[in-house]
Each structure stands twice: as structure tokens, then as C-alpha cells.
T-cell receptor, first 112, second 112 residues
Framework: KAGVTQTPRYLIKTRGQQVTLSCSPI?????VSWYQQTPGQGLQFLFE???????NKGNFPGRFSGRQFSNSRSEMNVSTLELGDSALYLC???????????FGNGTRLTVT | DAKTTQPTSMDCAEGRAANLPCNHS???????VYWYRQIHSQGPQYIIH???NNETNEMASLIITEDRKSSTLILPHATLRDTAVYYC?????????????FGKGTTLSVSS
């Protein structure tokens, strides 16, 4: 069974631009979560979706948003990029809300 | 904030058992203990989880104390490929969501 797929793998953007990251969960998984990883703050929870509904949101500004489609695929968007948004963005999926999360290898975003 | 305490780093000789401790003294009755590991530049990998009974799978064993205030992850025969950051996480499953709150983890170095 294919794992969680995230695209693109690497991305370079300029301050003020916006970016969209994509995540395809493991087949049959209905929950998708997003995490940000930086050297300073470590792994931090962004948001969680289940059946197209946002179930939980971390402590991030409104510039960070996401959505989940009917096929469980998910996208996250960051508007008005700042230098501090440079990070590894990880997507994880799970079969149900109480199942283990399985992570993709992330999208590394660099903001210049 | 993370609800677990782990040593910053540990060393292990190849072929020996690696025993990684974790303290979670404030764990609640409905919270599970999860273990993940992250190898450089990859997403976190799910290892094992448990509620109160000891658990074993093909990767590792999880020993949870009777009072559930601490646990130990055991890699029975460590290899060089087990060198990674290991995260112990306490996870509650509730209507508000199922986010993983990562701490700094334990960096395990396996050497030959």
C-alpha cells in the first residue's frame, strides 16, 4: 500500500507570496493532519481534518489554512509568506480519528 | 506543551537492546502512550502505542508501568539504521481532535 504522498518535495518562495502544499493520504484513510517542523520550535500541530471537516486547529495565525476534499486528499495554504515560515511541512493520515498517524516525508519550504 | 520527559540522548552498541525511557506522570486514564521516531530528513515513523498493557510488534516492545506514569520502548537488537530521534507522546482521543504534541525526543545513536 502506498504511503502518504506530499508534493512538491521542495519549494522556494519569496516573502509576501502565497503557497499551496498538497497531500495524498494512504488509501482508505479519512483523517489528515498537518504539522510544521523547524529547528527552533520542533514539530508543531497545524490542523486536522476528518471527512472534509476541520476538527482541530493549532496555535498558528490565520495566514495558515487548509482544506480536505471528498477523496480525503488535502491541501494547506500559507498566504503572505514570512521568513519564519521556512520549515518542513508534514502531512499525516490515519484510518480513523483514534488510529495511529502515518506521516509523509514532507515539503521543505524555503522563504527568501 | 508536551506531557512527557525523555533523556536528550542515548548511545547503544549495535546488536544490543536499546531501552528508551519516558516519564508521563500526569497521564490521564483516556490517554495512550505513542512512540514515533524520525530519521534525518524523513517524516516521523510510527513505532507502537499502548494504553496500559505491554505491547509488542515487529519493530519494538512497549513496557508501561502499572501506575502508567512511565514507559520504556525496547528495540531488542539495535542496528545502525535505528539511529534516529525517538519521540514519546501522550495522546488523548476526544471530540476536540487527536493532535500529537511532540517534545524534543531522545536522540539514539547506534554504533558498531
Amino acid at each position: 500500500k502506498a504511503g502518504v504522498t506530499q508534493t512538491p518535495r521542495y519549494l522556494i518562495k519569496t516573502r509576501g507570496q502565497q503557497v499551496t502544499l498538497s497531500c495524498s493520504p494512504i488509501s482508505g484513510h479519512r483523517s489528515v493532519s498537518w504539522y510544521q517542523q523547524t529547528p527552533g520550535q520542533g514539530l508543531q500541530f497545524l490542523f486536522e481534518y476528518f471527512s472534509e471537516t476541520q476538527r482541530n486547529k493549532g496555535n498558528f495565525p490565520g495566514r495558515f489554512s487548509g482544506r480536505q476534499f471528498s477523496n480525503s486528499r488535502s491541501e494547506m495554504n500559507v498566504s503572505t509568506l514570512e521568513l519564519g515560515d521556512s520549515a518542513l511541512y508534514l502531512c499525516a493520515s490515519s484510518a480513523m480519528l483514534d488510529s495511529p498517524l502515518h506521516f509523509g516525508n514532507g515539503t521543505r519550504l524555503t522563504v527568501t | 506543551d508536551a506531557k512527557t520527559t525523555q533523556p536528550t540522548s542515548m548511545d547503544c552498541a549495535e546488536g544490543r537492546a536499546a531501552n528508551l525511557p519516558c516519564n508521563h506522570s500526569t497521564i490521564s486514564g483516556n490517554e495512550y502512550v505513542y512512540w514515533y521516531r524520525q530519521i534525518h530528513s524523513q517524516g516521523p515513523q510510527y513505532i507502537i502505542h499502548g494504553l496500559k498493557n505491554n505491547e509488542t510488534n515487529e519493530m519494538a516492545s512497549l513496557i508501561i508501568t502499572e501506575d502508567r506514569k512511565s514507559s520504556t520502548l525496547i528495540l531488542p537488537h539495535a542496528t545502525l539504521r535505528d539511529t534516529a530521534v525517538y519521540y514519546c507522546i501522550v495522546r488523548a482521543i476526544n471530540q476536540a481532535g487527536t493532535a500529537l504534541i511532540f517534545g524534543k525526543g531522545t536522540t539514539l545513536s547506534v554504533s558498531s
